[in-house]
């Protein structure tokens, strides 16, 4: 069965689902008869299907009604409508006009961002892994503590604190001091066990 | 686009800017000591040199390399010195003028404190040649 709006096609040109599809396309061709861009050829098989058709008849007549309200009304469109809108117009730009620089360029980035979702992941991924990375520089990593014997020598008054010590195994390691402590030498002297 | 880029940039040397900030040089000198006839002692050395004379028995320094890196948090400065021997320097921290320093040589670990541009640490003992090796390392 044909739908509502092609029922009156359907009584007026015939039962058949071909006349049904050819009624919806000569509909959907008569805005283009009204303003004349049809080729003559199909002008010429449109308005033998008007004949016919008492629905598209009175459809090419509603259209061109409007047509001409349209024509009588503006005729001049830019010149009478420019004075009247131009105000409002203007007045929307300028209170919607950016503060500043800056806010432009918020704007500008929100814009091109939210239009391209992979490019704000991809700006997002890149700018949270610099920050991790600055966190993790600025964090202060701390090193294991040699387990091996701890030396303190005055700390925070020698030129050197020996914190920590730790030899391979097979190896000793001495703390040597040069007479002064805060201002001499400090030598971590390693030498193999069997020459202690 | 210009904005965005500069934030962009900036955003990438941040981290770099911080590292080089927080970067260390580091200088090592080699020194050969021997009982070896004595002879010119090279200038770089002659503070050191006359403070070890008073309480070692060596005769001979010699300078053999001077090596220079930077350590950073993140970072450790490698190098190989006399005799193939591998040297680490690790930054634990930086505290006012003063560096904490975890140093590895094939044969210790240690960590030391150090104030910068002052006495540097001294590791010494392994045979080298005639003599033994002792390396002066120091923060700038």
């Known amino acids: 069965m044909p739908d509502a709006v092609s029922r009156q096609a359907w009584e007026c040109i015939g039962k058949g689902k071909a006349n049904v599809i050819w009624h919806r396309r000569y509909r959907h061709s008569l805005n283009a008869y009204v303003d004349g861009e049809l080729e003559p050829s199909a002008r010429q098989r449109l308005e033998a299907h008007l004949a016919d058709c008492g629905e598209c008849r009175g459809q090419l007549e509603r259209l061109k009604k409007l047509q001409g309200l349209l024509r009588q009304g503006l005729k001049d469109p830019v010149?009478?409508?420019?004075?009247v809108l131009w105000p409002g117009v203007r007045a929307r730009i300028e209170g919607g006009r950016p503060s500043g620089r800056f806010t432009a360029w918020v704007r500008q980035i929100w814009e091109a961002t939210w239009e391209r979702p992979r490019?704000?992941?991809?700006?997002a991924t890149v700018i949270s892994a610099l920050l991790l990375s600055t966190v993790y520089l600025l964090w202060e990593t701390p090193v294991a503590t040699p387990p091996g014997k701890t030396v303190v020598l005055r700390p925070g008054q020698a030129q050197v604190v020996v914190e920590a010590v730790e030899p391979e195994p097979e190896f000793g390691a001495m703390v040597l001091t040069t007479s002064d402590e805060d201002e001499g030498l400090h030598v971590i002297w390693v030498v193999a066990r069997g020459e202690m | 686009m210009k904005p965005l880029l500069l934030v962009l940039a900036a955003f990438l040397l941040l981290p770099v800017s911080l590292?080089?900030?927080?970067?260390?040089p580091i200088e090592v000198q080699v020194i050969q000591a021997s009982r070896e006839p004595s002879g010119a002692i090279d200038?770089?050395?002659g503070q050191l040199v006359r403070e070890l004379q008073r309480d070692f028995a060596y005769t001979n320094y010699r300078l053999l390399e001077t090596h220079r890196g930077q350590v950073s948090p993140q970072s450790p400065w490698r190098t190989v010195?006399?005799?193939?021997?591998d040297l680490s320097v690790a930054l634990v921290k930086v505290d006012g003028g003063r560096v904490e320093l975890h140093i590895t040589t094939p044969r210790v670990n240690t960590r030391v404190s150090l104030h910068r541009g002052g006495q540097p640490i001294l590791l010494g003992g392994p045979p080298h040649g005639p003599g033994v090796l002792i390396m002066a390392i120091s923060a700038r």
Request: proline fraction near 8%; avoid cysteine.
């Open chain 1, 119 to 123: 490019l704000s992941l991809a700006g």
């Open chain 1, 79 to 83: 010149a009478e409508v420019a004075p």
């Open chain 2, 19 to 24: 590292a080089y900030a927080q970067a260390v």
């Open chain 2, 81 to 85: 010195i006399a005799g193939g021997r």
């Open chain 2, 43 to 45: 200038p770089a050395i």
